[in-house]
């Protein structure tokens, strides 16, 4: 009976912390299938309106910006293109920084790292100014180089993927060289298989990372034509059922991304050998 | 010149310790040579030295006729088993003996061949489509062979590959591998601690101690001769009885009893070594034995106890013979065969 009691005393804490995460997202759902109208004469709603085609396809498709050369669409579509450019690129320049500090004889090695390590204690915020004027001297303000590449290089994954190559036994490197690997093959073959949970944790983390960036694309793109989803969402003007319906579809790619790699995620960040 | 030819091979490593000092060594082809010695005594880096994973210092190490001190492991053909047998965890156990030959070019058909080949040997056909976490302890041992085997190279290196077995697995192993080497016929350097694995499985058998080979021999002459009070305490279970004694006049005086007409001129203070099994039961032996404890293996009785003064002594007796516990022995030194060596230097003098 005890038992009993106190394991529902548990549950119910738990569904009040998910009703508290959820409603929230379910009013703003809720209120995003409604008229303009309807909301702001009876504030926000918690059940299904009719509008939701209307809404949503209008705030897709409409030519949005100061210039009205923007369509969510295409937000949609420079948000991906940033987040998983990011992703990827900072995974494979940290999978190899990571591989040169740990198999290779490089002097001061472990020094070396913590100078990368120290980087995270710089936000972009504080080098804003001289990054923006190497991307503007390289003439890459408005490109896509110029959104992804400044905030591609990531020393938390420098750190995990060190730490990671660092439980790796010896053996394996020498009984591959014994099998006439060379130091390529053996990150091909050996290291890059063996960390595939942790790069598609990586590639999650680093596409949330990219996808969330405000203030670099602020910054970068002059042009609406390179606007993201996440500098949209500041700019949009328009009803407030619009604005709602954009909040609502600026969530879904990243769950999306992790919905469909959340088994490798998951298995990644608990690393069980 | 024979097959690996080991010339004044020195390790030193960067710390300054010196784990190898001036070893040389030859090895005839097809011949099965254990390196054995107490862990630290440089054994491993003599074998990580043929392999090619570790620098030589000093010295040359020449393979089938060629000087290997530079040559990249990849390309020396050695073929090494590891003592945790290194597996390659994300390959399963048809890739794991594959990649070698792939990475040599072999087109895929010879490569079927060859691994089927090798796994039938070895027995493992039925697990060639698992992953190395899949396997006990035996099967990842095969494993780690079989990968050796496949690629047919000059010379198999083992570094202690039974050590992560359970006993009885072990021995069975230790069959399989001297088997498997005298069908195979590839010359093979095989490094232990276990003086047991060394015998029987070493054509020739190098006691090393502190990276000096102190011995070089077939088990039997390591055995019946050995050359110094380490190789004499080493080789041998149970360990051979050691007594303090004195040499004068070809005359070996220890613990009470004396050793007349020693075909020796050394004279002074002296180790006199017994092997337990060269002991037999008289009236007025040499030795008198209490006894502490008796352990019965079966087919032999372990007795051990001890001399006047104190001194701990083991003597190895037929099993069906019944010793009491706290009971007295006379024992004496079958065929005059006792080991007196220099007790400073540890040399052998008789």
């Known amino acids: 009976m005890t038992r009993f009691i106190t394991s529902s005393f548990s549950h119910l804490i738990l569904i009040i912390g998910i009703l508290i995460m959820v409603v929230p997202v379910w009013m703003i759902f809720a209120s995003s299938t409604h008229t303009s109208s309807m909301i702001n004469m009876n504030g926000l709603q918690m059940f299904l309106g009719d509008s939701f085609y209307e809404n949503y396809l209008r705030v897709l498709l409409y030519q949005g910006g100061f210039f009205k050369e923007i369509t969510a669409l295409k937000m949609f579509f420079n948000s991906f293109i940033m987040a998983s450019g990011v992703a990827i690129l900072s995974v494979v320049t940290s999978l190899m920084a990571a591989y040169a500090l740990v198999y290779y004889r490089i002097k001061h090695a472990t020094l070396l790292f913590w100078v990368i390590f120290i980087t995270i204690l710089v936000p972009l915020e504080l080098r804003i100014f001289p990054t923006y004027s190497v991307m503007a001297e390289l003439n890459l303000v408005n490109s896509y180089f110029g959104l992804i590449v400044p905030i591609s290089a990531s020393a938390i994954a420098t750190l995990f993927f060190r730490q990671f190559y660092k439980t790796v036994p010896d053996e394996l490197l020498e009984s591959a060289k014994l099998d006439g690997a060379n130091t390529w093959r053996f990150f091909v073959d050996f290291l890059i298989p063996l960390s595939k949970t942790m790069i598609v944790a990586m590639l999650i983390f680093m596409f949330v990372f990219g996808y969330n960036q405000y203030l670099w694309p602020l910054l970068v793109t002059t042009s609406e034509q390179y606007w993201t989803v996440v500098m949209g969402l500041k700019m949009m003007s328009g009803s407030i059922v619009h604005r709602f319906a954009f909040v609502m579809m600026s969530m879904v790619p990243p769950i999306l991304i992790i919905i469909v790699l959340q088994k490798h995620f998951i298995k990644g960040v608990f690393q069980d050998k | ?350």
């Open chain 2, 1 to 350: 010149m024979s097959f690996l030819d080991l010339k004044n091979v020195t390790k030193i490593y960067p710390n300054g310790t010196k784990a190898v000092h001036e070893t040389s060594l030859s090895i005839d082809e097809g011949e099965f040579m254990v390196f054995v010695g107490p862990s630290g005594c440089g054994k491993s880096t003599l074998l990580r030295m043929v392999a090619g994973l570790e620098d030589i210092t000093e010295g040359d190490i020449n393979l089938d006729g060629k000087l290997m001190n530079e040559v990249d492991p990849s390309e020396r053909d050695v073929a090494m088993v590891f003592q945790n047998y290194a597996l390659y965890p994300h390959m399963n156990v048809y890739n794991n003996l594959a990649y070698g030959l792939k990475n040599r070019g072999i087109d895929k058909e010879t490569i079927e061949q060859k691994v089927n080949d090798a796994a039938k040997l070895l027995q493992i056909s039925d697990y060639l489509q698992r992953k190395p976490s899949m396997l006990s302890g035996g099967q990842r041992q095969r494993v780690a062979m079989g990968r050796a085997i496949v690629r047919n190279p000059k010379i198999f290196l083992f570094d202690e590959p039974l050590s992560n077995l359970d006993a009885k697995l072990r021995i069975q192993m230790r069959l399989e591998i001297k088997k498997l080497q005298q069908k195979v016929g590839v010359t093979s350097i095989f490094v232990t601690h276990d003086q047991v694995e060394a015998m029987t499985l070493a054509d020739r058998l190098a006691v090393i101690n502190n990276g000096i080979i102190e011995q070089l021999g077939t088990p039997i002459e390591i055995y019946d001769n050995p050359k110094s009070l380490f190789v004499a305490g080493f080789i041998g279970s149970p360990q051979m009885n050691f007594l303090d004694g004195n040499l004068k006049n070809k005359t070996l005086s220890a613990e009470g009893f004396e050793i007349k007409d020693i075909n020796t001129d050394f004279d002074g203070e002296v180790t006199l070594g017994i092997r337990p099994e060269h002991l037999s039961q008289s009236e007025n032996g040499l030795i008198n034995l209490k006894i502490d404890l008796v352990e019965q293996l079966g087919s032999d009785n372990l007795v051990y106890g001890q001399l006047k003064n104190k001194k701990d002594f083991c003597y190895r007796c037929p099993g069906n013979q019944t010793i009491e516990k706290g009971s007295n022995l006379s024992l004496n030194i079958e065929n005059n065969k006792f080991y007196i060596f220099d007790k400073s230097t540890g040399k052998r003098v008789n």
